[in-house]
């Protein structure tokens, strides 16, 4: 079998895509591996890929950008090179392209097309031509449920035929993020050297940079009431410096402001953003906290900590409510008030309770139930499925 993973990035979001883990079980079962992307040849991750046995094309392809269609003729070239039997597309502009790379192809010879949902995207003409698939991979249960809901209205107003809607949930890779991971004394020390203030607290991780939907407002509640309770209570927030204003967002400038404003600044350190040290930081927290104001549609970091057995709150909404429902329940905040929130707060610092160690949401569960999609529409014997017309 042929597989094609046809992707706008591979350099931001592989952790939650799982390219190189699908790409790799692929390779291991005798099974060949394509992937197209927009990473240097010479890139960490291209380099792992190439190394394992797949064949790599740059084809640059950003999100959102009209210039990506320049590319339908190198993908049409590339598909008729390679002749791959599944093609699965990760982005809604890669989507586009593979549209009209395909357009010449009769029905009958085209390869059978998965397509992944990240998010809760509308129906609209840019995620159209994600919804010409044979199947639909839905990267969350959250996920699901939204389409489910608009498709279920879309066939009450008329009849539709609709692509084949999936849950794969994404995974933790637990070889890189093990149960009760224990961070070196020598990372300890280095950490402590950079941020002497961070010695002898109760780090409360924010594994988010600042912005509108993130949440990072809630951390003043936190702080505020909870510091007579707990006064070593520290917030630990992955984003820059403040001092560092090259960069920084309307919500972030009100943030450092609230905190100087509310003498806060003190209980509050910026270690950078994406720090590539964040199973450290995941694992050395008392707290991990989630709690983004729009419904998360993946929550990686979420399962990160689980799987490290760190604690961690999170709205009841969205991925969060997914996951901590399923593997720890305790985190869950069912009101979004700051009371409630505190409340769990207070709660697990006082009874600290680590999650169960558990063998849910791990990447190698997520690559065998992407693989299988593969071989079903492989050995599928139906004709190509006809494209969606949902608009």
């Not at 390219?19 to 591996?33: N, W």
């Given at each position: ?205 924010f594994p988010t940079p600042i912005g509108a939907e993130y949440g990072q407002e809630w ?156 071989r079903r529409l492989h050995q599928s014997t139906s004709d190509a499925a006809t494209p969606?017309?949902?608009?």
């Amino acid at each position: 079998m042929k597989v094609l993973q046809l992707s706008s990035s591979l350099k931001h979001d592989e952790a939650e895509r799982g390219i190189y883990a699908i790409s790799h079980a692929l390779i291991k079962s005798s099974d060949e591996s394509i992937i197209i992307g927009c990473a240097d040849e010479d890139s960490d991750l291209v380099v792992r890929l190439t190394r394992d046995g797949a064949i790599y094309h740059r084809l640059p392809m950003p999100k959102k950008s009209w210039w990506a269609l320049v590319h339908i003729f190198s993908l049409r070239q590339i598909i008729k090179q390679h002749k791959p039997d599944v093609i699965h597309v990760h982005s809604r502009t890669p989507a586009w392209v593979l549209h009209w790379a395909l357009r010449p192809y009769p029905a009958a010879n085209r390869p059978k097309i998965v397509a992944s949902l990240y998010g809760f995207y509308p129906l609209n003409s840019y995620s159209k031509a994600l919804f010409d698939a044979d199947v639909l991979i839905a990267a969350s249960s959250s996920i699901k449920k939204h389409f489910d809901k608009i498709f279920a209205k879309i066939k009450s107003e008329k009849p539709h035929k609709l692509p084949q809607l999936e849950c794969v949930s994404r995974g933790v890779d637990i070889r890189k993020y093990p149960y009760r991971h224990h961070s070196s004394v020598h990372w300890l020390q280095q950490t402590f050297a950079q941020f002497a203030e961070l010695e002898h607290k109760k780090w409360l991780v924010f594994p988010t940079p600042i912005g509108a939907e993130y949440g990072q407002e809630w951390l003043i509640d936190i702080l505020g009431n909870l510091q007579e309770k707990f006064p070593n209570i520290h917030a630990i927030v992955m984003d820059d410096d403040p001092n560092n204003r090259s960069h920084h967002c309307v919500a972030y400038e009100e943030f450092i402001q609230r905190l100087h404003a509310l003498g806060l600044s003190q209980r509050v350190t910026f270690v950078g953003k994406n720090p590539p040290d964040m199973r450290e930081w995941l694992s050395s927290a008392n707290l991990v906290l989630a709690l983004a104001n729009r419904p998360e549609s993946i929550g990686m970091t979420a399962l990160q900590a689980i799987h490290l057995g760190t604690p961690i709150i999170g709205w009841a909404k969205g991925a969060f409510a997914d996951i901590l429902g399923d593997l720890y329940p305790q985190g869950l905040v069912k009101e979004q008030t700051a009371q409630a929130l505190c409340k769990t707060v207070k709660f697990l610092l006082a009874n600290p309770i680590r999650p169960a160690m558990t063998h849910d949401y791990v990447v190698d569960q997520m690559v065998g139930q992407t693989i299988a999609v593969y071989r079903r529409l492989h050995q599928s014997t139906s004709d190509a499925a006809t494209p969606c017309q949902i608009f």
